[in-house]
DNA sequence: CGAACTTTTGAAAGAGCTCAATAGAAGTGG
DNA sequence: CCACTTCTATTGAGCTCTTTCAAAAGTTCG
């Protein structure tokens, strides 16, 4: 899943990727600053907020659980921040190692969205992603095998790249 | 009061702002990723991490009022990460608005941080802060009759520049 | 007044964007 | 299986915006 928000001014803006299991959406206040979008085949279990606080203010696990939640996504988010305000370089290395973190198997990332997914995520232009992803491949910090399939062949100075 | 977090190429990038009656620094994970600094003279009240959590877990008001906390607090990191997408002149209209909105007095609004302290917030250079200050009151939009005092002169032109 | 600090301004360099063309992948129908 | 279309990704060249480095102007405080 992506969440997105279209500008004013026609640019699309993406607010995360969401994998298998990924919890997203929590909000607690009423203004839905984000659509969402499915970009491959979804199985969603949507919880009603209401029935959600509810629940917590009687499950005392389930508010911490749920506190819980709200942190790591607050984390998330300031962590994309950081990333927001650097190099197209770091920008992208740094979007690559979280989605190892995330979805990588061994040192082999599939990457589920299209390039322009992720230029619109890191606040980029597709050809700006395209150019840096060959030259991180220059690099020999990753190899790509297929346009989305990527293979970190050197994380060390990937995450010597991301700051 | 700022928070902060120095990058590891020595950069400094500003969390946020916090004003009198503001609410920062509710954490719910274990990692304290900014650093916090008074930037004028500050009363501050601590709470504790476990006590508030302990208290949320008896008093549904306070849990409550914790979602509702956390909620704005996503909205706003929602609401940086669209500024810092976007162009120097978009990003010190947008921060301009926001100190309005927040500690403005009719279309006065005092600045309690330095041109360095809003750059490193916006991701910009003190240069690049400045001069853009210097066109849009070039452009009419906002008055600078001293460095730390904006007057909006113009708030419909910031808010279209904002995107 | 003089020293230290903050802010503004200038000129050149660099990074990313725009526009345009090419290349590659995936699907369609003969 | 191959031509054809369409969509996605890469590459190139020129331009724009922001940064960098340097200097001047303004502020604050002893």
Redesign the interface.
């Known amino acids: 899943m992506r969440t997105y928000?279209i500008?004013?001014?026609g640019r699309r803006?993406i607010?995360g990727f969401y994998l298998p299991g990924d919890i997203f959406g929590v909000?607690?206040?009423d203004?839905h600053?984000?659509s969402a979008e499915a970009i491959t085949d979804t199985k969603i279990v949507v919880v009603k907020r209401s029935a959600l606080?509810a629940l917590?203010?009687r499950d005392?696990t389930i508010?911490?659980e749920?506190?819980?939640l709200?942190?790591?996504?607050?984390?998330r988010?300031?962590?994309?921040?950081?990333l927001?305000?650097k190099s197209a370089q770091e920008r992208v290395a740094g979007f690559l190692l979280e989605m190892a973190e995330r979805a990588g198997v061994g040192n082999i990332v599939e990457l589920p969205m299209s390039r322009q997914d992720i230029a619109d995520y890191l606040?980029l232009t597709i050809e700006t992603v395209s150019r840096t992803f060959t030259g991180l491949e220059t690099a020999a910090a990753i190899a790509v095998p297929a346009s989305r399939r990527i293979v970190l062949r050197n994380r060390s100075a990937l995450r010597h790249l991301n700051?």
């Open positions: 928000k500008l004013s001014d803006q607010g909000e607690f206040t203004d600053a984000f606080i917590a203010g005392a508010a911490h749920l506190f819980a709200t942190g790591r996504e607050l984390r988010m300031r962590e994309r921040m950081l927001l305000v606040g700051g």
